[in-house]
Antibody
Framework: QLQLQESGPGLVKPSETLSLSCTVS??????????WGWIRQPPGKGLEWIGS???????YYNAPLKSRLTISLDTSENQFSLNLSPVTAAETAVYYC??????????????????WGQGSLVIVSS | QSVLTQPPSASGTPGQTVTISCSGS????????VSWYQQLPKTAPKLLIF???QRPSGVPDRFSGSKSGTSASLVISGLQSEDEADYYC????????????FGTGSKVTVL
């Protein structure tokens, strides 16, 4: 069974960099057709997709975040990471990592998130 | 700003059937599949339905999904107290070079 676990600072200052990692166990992040993504949820609000990366390192970003966002793979650690800079207080949220599943024979048009980490609360405050 | 619109809330008594709608557009549900997620309080979302109407292993068959045109629905049959949660639809959006979008979310209350 695939398991994902977020890690990183719980407090980030405004204008600085939010960095999170997601460690995957029970499977390889570099397996063909695997995509991996980040989703966030501000307190009391809905879900927002941040971006995803595929097994080859190709990235797909939410357009409003694109200029501040980097998602990368670390195959040696079986991890993928999120860097968002600079951040504002409005980006205080629970950040989830997840496997961005794509059914066989389809592409991202049929995708979904089938495995999720437990979430990591990141507070942006001075 | 989500481009998938859901009713803020829905409710029912135990045993009843509850339906949650998800309204999209030609760039979302008109061309792409829908997935549905259940989020219990203080927990990560859980996949309920993928590829419009497919249930992952372990999801009770009380949960069913459908899609027609630019709209989709999640039906919860035989409502149970443990179904009280937030529910989100989601889809790929072909606009803006492509991105994944979640619906606005619906809170289901079991009366």
């Amino acid at each position: 069974q695939l398991q994902l676990q977020e890690s990183g600072p719980g407090l980030v200052k405004p204008s600085e960099t939010l960095s999170l990692s997601c460690t995957v166990s029970g499977g390889s992040i570099s397996t063909t057709r695997n995509y991996w993504g980040w989703i966030r949820q501000p307190p009391g609000k809905g879900l927002e997709w941040i971006g995803s990366i595929d097994y080859s390192g190709s990235t797909y970003y939410n357009a409003p975040l694109k200029s501040r966002l980097t998602i990368s793979l670390d195959t040696s650690e079986n991890q993928f990471s999120l860097n968002l800079s600079p951040v504002t207080a409005a980006e205080t949220a629970v950040y989830y990592c997840g496997r961005h599943g794509v059914p066989r024979g389809t592409q991202l048009w049929a995708s979904y998130f089938d495995f999720w980490g437990q979430g990591s609360l990141v507070i942006v405050s001075s | 700003q989500s481009v998938l619109t859901q009713p803020p809330s829905a409710s029912g008594t135990p045993g009843q059937t509850v339906t949650i709608s998800c309204s999209g557009s030609s760039s979302t549900l008109g061309r792409n599949s829908v997935s549905w997620y259940q989020q219990l309080p203080k927990t990560a979302p859980k996949l309920l339905i993928f590829h419009n109407n497919q249930r992952p292993s372990g999801v009770p068959d009380r949960f069913s999904g459908s899609k027609s045109g630019t709209s989709a629905s999640l039906v919860i049959s035989g409502l149970q107290s443990e179904d009280e949660a937030d529910y989100y639809c989601a889809s790929w959006d072909d606009s803006l070079n492509g991105h994944f979008v979640f619906g606005t979310g619906s809170k289901v209350t079991v009366l």
